[in-house]
């Protein structure tokens, strides 16, 4: 057998892999965003709340809120109940915590490229803390997820540089070797900026797709 040919033999994946470490964003990548303006407006139809008044509300505490910098209960204090409703805030807890649903697929990738590739999985998302709490462990996230670096813990947010200069420094890894995975062109152009390569996130095959095409690919069971 000639060299060339033992050459050819070697899977793509073990001929031309060059990362160990991806950066992962959570809401719209592994799971639907936890609150975002369509779950205002189904809690606002749900609870018959005013729109406009509500979301006023939410936009001048949601960055703090998101940075850790305002608890939960003083979210719904400002937000919702600064009036006497005829709901309960465990309810309207719950009804916060059931809009988080999970894309399996997405889940069950980065599961598997973690399994047989021994990547290093970081997530740099921007949560607050009782919803990412509940999503971390509702959707087990922290079983695959090898460090969080989320808004709430580290008082920052995306688009902040500092986020990803912090995912670089807690994950060990060089720019060069990291894939971020991430649904917001913006953020993908600021971690791109400081050398780290992204994905654009818009569905499972094509996200795959270019997993694979960076040699990231799930090999199939034997």
């Known amino acids: 057998m000639t060299a060339e040919s033992q050459r050819l033999r070697i899977p793509l994946a073990k001929r031309t892999r060059e990362i ?14 936890g609150w975002d303006h369509h779950a205002r407006r189904r809690a606002v139809k749900h609870f018959k709340l005013e729109w406009a008044e509500m ?10 809120h998101e940075e850790g910098k305002l608890t939960f209960e003083d979210y719904l204090n400002l937000v919702v109940f600064y009036k006497k409703r005829l709901f309960t ?24 490229l973690k399994a047989q590739q021994g990547l290093k999985i970081i997530v740099v998302s921007n949560e607050s803390r009782e919803l990412n709490a509940h999503r971390i462990r509702t959707f087990r996230l922290d079983t695959f997820v090898d460090a969080f670096i989320s808004s709430c813990f580290v008082g920052l947010r995306k688009p902040d540089a500092n986020m990803f200069r912090l995912a670089l420094d807690i994950s060990q890894a060089p720019a060069a070797t990291i894939v971020y ?15 780290i390569r992204s994905i654009l996130h818009t569905d499972y095959k094509s996200t795959s797709a270019q997993l694979a095409a960076l040699g990231l690919e799930i090999e199939p069971a034997k």
Do not use: W, Y
């Open 89 to 112: 805030r465990a309810q309207f807890r719950r009804f916060m915590c059931a809009q988080s649903k999970p894309f399996p697929d997405m889940i069950d990738l980065l599961r598997q």
């Open 181 to 195: 995975i991430e649904n917001t062109p913006m953020f993908t152009q600021i971690a791109e900026g400081m050398g």
């Open 20 to 33: 160990f470490c991806l950066f992962v964003d959570v809401g719209g990548v592994l799971l639907t965003n």
């Open 55 to 64: 979301e006023e509300r939410h936009r001048l505490t949601f960055e703090i």
